[in-house]
């Protein structure tokens, strides 16, 4: 993956927001290189419905990750899908939808990642940009940790740990490219349970939830009639919203990322904290990179 990549051709799916309920047709066409990720809410009536997929559109991170632009424009959950176009490497992507929140199909990126590849991909001679962590970034939320570590892989470490015995502590790491995300990480579902159902609902989230777009625990155990797609499925998608939330950086991360009771608000404050620092990441060439990697591999 190195050059910039976007859509060969459009890609179109329909469904319903996991927190909103609100049923949204999504599509998402090629873009010029340089473009970016970017959303537009096609339905509303502002000056500027266009919203950058970057950290600092971030609002919130309230079991999801929302992002607004300065017009008041949102959407919402969308780290599934920034979760899939990271793990394929598209760069430059114009998505329309006509409701608030991302569609959330089967609560994984697999769906996503599958019309992406049914669209097709296609390469731009333009060189891909990444951010490469040059020093450790260190950051703290209460009970939660993470870290940015020096590498030329791009990498997520990831640990749980849940009193429910359907979960426990769980660890997952991997490295991110297409095949690895594919099949290992991209398949996993986001998880939720029962009991704080109806406490969701009334705090005007979980609207769209169901067995059909997520894990549903129950009295310690999995109530979805075709159990779950991996033994650690819960700690694979930890790793998938990391992805999606470190993928706001406006391109990918060479480093390791490694956290401790992950979550959407850690993501976005290690991500914030990294950047604010410029003495700990440069941008490179991803083609340098991979030359500067067979070089070593030679060696």
């Given at each position: 993956m190195i050059e910039r990549t976007t859509l060969a051709s459009a890609a179109v799916c329909a469904g319903i927001g996991l927190h909103t309920g609100a049923r949204v047709r999504m599509a998402m066409r090629p873009a010029k290189p340089g473009?970016?990720?970017?959303?537009?809410?096609s339905d509303l009536d502002l000056d500027n419905t266009l919203i950058e997929a970057r950290y600092d559109r971030v609002r919130s991170t309230d079991l999801g990750t929302?992002?607004?632009?300065?017009?008041?424009?949102?959407i919402a959950t969308v780290e599934h899908l920034m979760a899939a176009l990271a793990?394929?490497?598209?760069?430059?992507?114009?998505?329309?939808?006509?409701?608030?929140?991302?569609?959330?199909?089967?609560?994984?990126?697999?769906?996503?990642?599958?019309?992406?590849?049914?669209?097709?991909?296609?390469?731009?001679?333009?060189?891909?940009?990444?951010?490469?962590?040059?020093?450790?970034?260190?950051?703290t939320d209460g009970g939660r940790e993470a870290a940015f570590l020096p590498s030329l892989q791009q990498s997520i470490d990831v640990e749980i740990?849940?009193?429910?015995?359907?979960?426990?502590?769980?660890?997952?790491?991997?490295?991110?490219?297409?095949?690895?995300?594919?099949?290992?990480?991209?398949?996993?579902?986001?998880f939720g349970f029962r009991r704080e159902y109806e406490m969701l609902l009334k705090?005007?989230?979980?609207?769209?939830?169901?067995?059909?777009?997520?894990?549903?625990?129950?009295?310690?155990k999995v109530a979805n009639p075709g159990g779950l797609?991996?033994?650690?499925?819960?700690?694979?998608?930890?790793?998938?919203?990391?992805?999606?939330?470190?993928?706001?950086?406006?391109?990918?991360?060479?480093g390791l990322y490694k956290a401790t009771r992950p979550g959407h608000g850690i993501n976005a404050l290690a991500v914030r904290t990294l950047l604010a620092d410029t003495t700990a990441w440069k941008w490179v060439s991803m083609r340098d990179i991979a030359a500067r990697s067979d070089r070593i591999a030679q060696t």
């Open positions: 473009t970016g990720i970017v959303f537009e809410r929302t992002l607004v632009n300065d017009d008041g424009a949102s793990g394929l490497g598209i760069d430059d992507l114009h998505i329309e939808l006509d409701g608030p929140e991302v569609p959330a199909m089967d609560g994984s990126s697999a769906p996503f990642v599958d019309l992406a590849l049914r669209a097709g991909l296609a390469n731009h001679p333009l060189p891909r940009r990444a951010i490469q962590v040059l020093k450790p970034v260190n950051v740990d849940f009193p429910d015995p359907a979960i426990g502590r769980q660890r997952f790491a991997f490295e991110v490219t297409p095949d690895a995300f594919g099949t290992l990480v991209a398949p996993a579902r986001t705090a005007g989230l979980a609207r769209g939830g169901s067995m059909d777009n997520a894990i549903v625990l129950e009295d310690g797609r991996f033994a650690d499925e819960f700690v694979r998608h930890k790793a998938l919203d990391a992805l999606g939330d470190l993928y706001l950086a406006g391109a990918p991360i060479l």
